[in-house]
């Protein structure tokens, strides 16, 4: 959880200096809605992690798949609502959005993995 709450704040950090470095085009208006989003999304999904490790490991796989199910709705949700209230530069929103869905995505793999060595 500790590794998801440093990245959370490293790309906080680069959220609030882009303007500062004249990056402020490239960024969202609503970054820090999106950031958080990600943040709540990945504290539902590490919970959702702990809860299959801890029960049965059988179950595991089916925790995993729902975790990956749950985000992907509830990023079409998000995205959804933002698209019906009328950002005004979508483009923009949703690069950042999709690229911290990859970022998000990858590290909790790239974690997932490294649990996982000890069981192997």
């Not at 609030?16 to 999106?34: E, Q, R, S």
Request: aromatic fraction near 20%.
């Amino acid at each position: 959880m500790l590794r998801i709450v440093l990245l959370t704040a490293a790309i906080g950090l680069c959220f609030f200096l882009a303007p500062l470095m004249g990056l402020g085009a490239y960024v969202a208006v609503d970054k820090w809605f999106i950031l958080a989003f990600y943040a709540a999304v990945s504290y539902f999904n590490h919970l959702l992690m702990q809860q299959g490790f801890a029960n049965n490991r059988q179950n595991f796989v089916q925790f995993y798949m729902g975790s990956i199910l749950a985000r992907l709705l509830l990023s079409i949700a998000f995205v959804g609502v933002y698209i019906m209230k009328g950002t005004v530069d979508i483009y923009i929103f949703l690069s950042n959005f999709f690229v911290l869905y990859l970022c998000y995505t990858g590290f909790e793999i790239y974690d997932l993995y490294r649990k996982l060595r000890h069981f192997s």
